[in-house]
């Protein structure tokens, strides 16, 4: 007898992935289509959604010709994909753009309106208006594209625009919505307020269900064209940190994972709405009901590290090896791990990249020591505002291609002064989260029951012997950004 299956679509910035799983959460089969961005102008980053769908078809085809029995059993469809991007549709479903990403930075000057317009906009969303959110876009596009503003029935979330052809409904669901600056992220519902201070209504939005909830049903012919004879409930799904968080277990106040990729996020789950605008804490609701959760995001993780390790011509594993080899705490060198600006705590897009305590000594590896120990802090400083909104971490769970380093997770863990779970190998991405979402939709299954936590291959404890000398070089990363920063708009 063929056993059921859930699949997990998400859509990523640099591509499309999809995972399949059977009933116990074992991945069975998995396909990636990759994706381009278009930057147009200095700033602008967009991508096609017809490039989005038709990646999609491509990984789906890919799955169904790898696992076709797998892929004809599927009973449950999740979603999930990058936040914040604007797809822009007439009242017969039209694309009207390119589709403006999550790091597209051309609304600048419309946030500072927003926030002008809309007083009570940090009390109703909990967070600030920046450039990635969606709200701000759509007022980028009334004052610089009117006739196109004009046409726009419908504004939809990546991922949603992927269920609209996949389902024909227009349906989104509470995690990713609460990334738009649109909803009244306590209330989970959309805010008529904000909405009318952006030229639009409620009419423009797609309803809105939880993560684990049915939003619409597998059109006809893409059951045919993957032979799937039975229906196909397809889940409210996630953003892809909430996706993310309910492929590794992070459901439960206090459980949040660290992620290493290219950028980093702090996430914690709580099961109250606790925005901390000041620090600029991302707070959002969970994929789950009765859930918020709340972010930090700092914007160059392993990518500060891929860059200190291609500027002295070194190999990044060869080189933290290096550096973990010798390894005896800070030393004189800082860094500043603002290479493309930060978001927490500092909400500051021209901040930069910055060392300091250079000298003659001063070689490859202590400059990349003090660029892994200054990733370091940046989690700490998240670690500190997420603290100022009430939010506490209990566990935490390593993931991104820079848990590979156990002394940088030493450092991260010491800084934070919590343990920090490593899982056995495996991947526990938003395809995946989005999947066991597909699986509680279809099934009615408990979240608690589906999202469970990976089996853990290694407890990273922090490093008592280092606490001292990290608080003492803590405090001096945290007094150079404000010295730095009045510095460079003074000229100096």
């Given at each position: 007898?063929?056993?059921?299956?859930?699949?997990?679509?998400?859509?990523?910035?640099?591509?499309?992935?999809?995972?399949?799983?059977?009933?116990?959460?074992?991945?069975?089969?998995?396909?990636?289509?990759?994706?381009?961005?278009?930057?147009?102008?200095?700033?602008?980053?967009?991508?096609?959604?017809?490039?989005?769908?038709?990646?999609?078809?491509?990984?789906?085809?890919?799955?169904?010709?790898?696992?076709?029995?797998?892929?004809?059993?599927?009973?449950?469809?999740?979603?999930?994909?990058?936040?914040?991007?604007?797809?822009?549709?007439?009242?017969?479903?039209?694309?009207?753009?390119?589709?403006?990403?999550?790091?597209?930075?051309?609304?600048?000057?419309?946030?500072?309106?927003?926030?002008?317009?809309?007083?009570?906009?940090?009390?109703?969303?909990?967070?600030?208006?920046?450039?990635?959110?969606?709200?701000?876009?759509?007022?980028?596009?009334?004052?610089?594209?009117?006739?196109?503003?004009?046409?726009?029935?419908?504004?939809?979330?990546?991922?949603?625009?992927?269920?609209?052809?996949?389902?024909?409904?227009?349906?989104?669901?509470?995690?990713?919505?609460?990334?738009?600056?649109?909803?009244?992220?306590?209330?989970?519902?959309?805010?008529?307020?904000?909405?009318?201070?952006?030229?639009?209504?409620?009419?423009?939005?797609?309803?809105?269900?939880?993560?684990?909830?049915?939003?619409?049903?597998?059109?006809?012919?893409?059951?045919?064209?993957?032979?799937?004879?039975?229906?196909?409930?397809?889940?409210g799904g996630g953003g892809d940190n909430a996706a993310s968080a309910c492929g590794i277990g992070a459901i439960t106040p206090g459980k949040?994972?660290?992620?290493?990729?290219?950028?980093?996020?702090?996430?914690?789950?709580?099961?109250?709405?606790?925005?901390?605008?000041?620090?600029?804490?991302?707070?959002?609701?969970?994929?789950?009901?009765?859930?918020?959760?709340?972010?930090?995001?700092?914007?160059?993780?392993?990518?500060?590290?891929?860059?200190?390790?291609?500027?002295?011509?070194?190999?990044?594993?060869?080189?933290?090896?290096?550096?973990?080899?010798?390894?005896?705490?800070?030393?004189?060198?800082?860094?500043?791990?603002?290479?493309?600006?930060?978001?927490?705590?500092?909400?500051?897009?021209?901040?930069?990249g910055s060392f300091t305590g250079l000298s003659h000594l001063s070689t490859a590896e202590s400059m990349t020591q003090a660029v892994m120990?200054?990733?370091?802090?940046?989690?700490?400083?998240?670690?500190?505002?997420?603290?100022?909104?009430?939010?506490?971490?209990?566990?935490?769970?390593?993931?991104?291609?820079?848990?590979?380093?156990?002394?940088?997770?030493?450092?991260?863990?010491?800084?934070?002064?919590?343990?920090?779970?490593?899982?056995?190998?495996?991947?526990?991405?938003?395809?995946?989260?989005?999947?066991?979402?597909?699986?509680?939709?279809?099934?009615?299954?408990?979240?608690?029951?589906?999202?469970?936590?990976?089996?853990?291959?290694?407890?990273?404890?922090?490093?008592?012997d280092l606490r001292v000398a990290f608080d003492a070089q803590y405090a001096r990363y945290r007094a150079l950004h404000p010295a730095i920063?009045?510095?460079?708009?003074?000229?100096?």
């Open positions: 007898m063929t056993r059921e299956t859930y699949l997990g679509i998400d859509l990523g910035t640099s591509g499309v992935k999809a995972a399949l799983i059977d009933p116990t959460g074992t991945v069975v089969a998995e396909a990636h289509q990759p994706l381009s961005v278009s930057r147009p102008h200095p700033g602008w980053s967009e991508q096609g959604p017809e490039d989005w769908w038709q990646a999609t078809l491509a990984a789906l085809d890919a799955l169904a010709a790898k696992a076709p029995k797998d892929m004809a059993a599927l009973r449950g469809l999740g979603l999930s994909g990058q936040m914040h991007g604007a797809v822009l549709l007439d009242a017969a479903d039209a694309v009207l753009r390119p589709a403006i990403l999550w790091n597209d930075m051309r609304s600048a000057e419309e946030c500072a309106a927003l926030e002008t317009d809309a007083p009570d906009l940090h009390a109703i969303t909990g967070n600030l208006a920046m450039p990635g959110f969606t709200a701000p876009k759509l007022i980028w596009v009334a004052r610089h594209e009117p006739a196109i503003f004009e046409k726009v029935a419908k504004v939809l979330l990546p991922k949603d625009y992927l269920r609209l052809r996949l389902t024909g409904e227009h349906i989104s669901e509470m995690s990713d919505a609460a990334g738009t600056l649109w909803l009244d992220v306590g209330r989970r519902d959309w805010s008529d307020t904000i909405l009318a201070a952006t030229g639009l209504a409620r009419n423009h939005m797609p309803a809105l269900v939880e993560g684990t909830a049915v939003a619409g049903a597998l059109r006809a012919e893409l059951r045919a064209r993957w032979g799937i004879s039975s229906p196909v409930p397809v889940a949040g994972f660290v992620s290493l990729g290219t950028s980093g996020v702090l996430f914690v789950a709580d099961d109250r709405f606790s925005p901390n605008t000041a620090g600029a804490v991302h707070s959002f609701c969970h994929a789950l009901p009765g859930m918020w959760h709340q972010m930090g995001v700092i914007l160059s993780a392993s990518d500060s590290l891929n860059w200190i390790a291609n500027l002295v011509g070194r190999d990044v594993v060869e080189l933290t090896g290096s550096v973990a080899r010798g390894y005896r705490g800070p030393g004189e060198e800082i860094f500043l791990p603002y290479l493309s600006g930060e978001r927490t705590p500092h909400n500051d897009a021209t901040a930069r120990e200054g990733v370091a802090f940046a989690f700490r400083d998240c670690q500190r505002v997420l603290a100022e909104a009430g939010t506490r971490v209990d566990q935490l769970i390593a993931v991104g291609g820079g848990s590979r380093s156990r002394l940088w997770l030493e450092m991260i863990a010491t800084n934070l002064d919590t343990e920090i779970l490593l899982p056995e190998a495996g991947d526990y991405g938003a395809a995946f989260g989005a999947a066991r979402l597909g699986l509680c939709a279809a099934t009615n299954a408990a979240p608690s029951e589906i999202c469970t936590a990976p089996a853990i291959a290694e407890r990273i404890a922090p490093r008592a920063r009045d510095a460079r708009k003074s000229g100096g």
